[in-house]
């Protein structure tokens, strides 16, 4: 696969995602006031490494429970939400 949303996602103490094996593999994106809010973020996207950072981005949205993602290919643009 080369995105996975998810939710509920286990958050460490340091509130990030305990993914040192995911690391590997995937880019981890959190919501956009993720680390700025004292709520818990309750979604997260995964990027497969595979994926050029220069096709896609985080798309800003004030929300713990939802975030998107923007990518861009020979297909023209697509928004991918994980809306909680």
């Known amino acids: 696969y080369d995105i996975a949303c998810i939710q509920e996602p286990y958050l460490n103490p340091v509130n990030l995602a305990n993914a040192s094996n ?7 994106i959190y919501p ?37 993602i923007e990518i861009t290919g020979q297909f023209g643009k697509v928004r991918i939400y994980n809306i909680y």
């Open 22 to 28: 995911l690391r590997q593999y995937w880019d981890i």
């Open 32 to 68: 956009t006031d993720h680390h700025a809010s004292a709520g818990r973020s309750q979604t997260l996207i995964l990027v497969n490494r595979r994926l050029s950072k220069n096709n896609w981005h985080i798309v800003p949205l004030k929300s713990p429970n939802v975030m998107a």
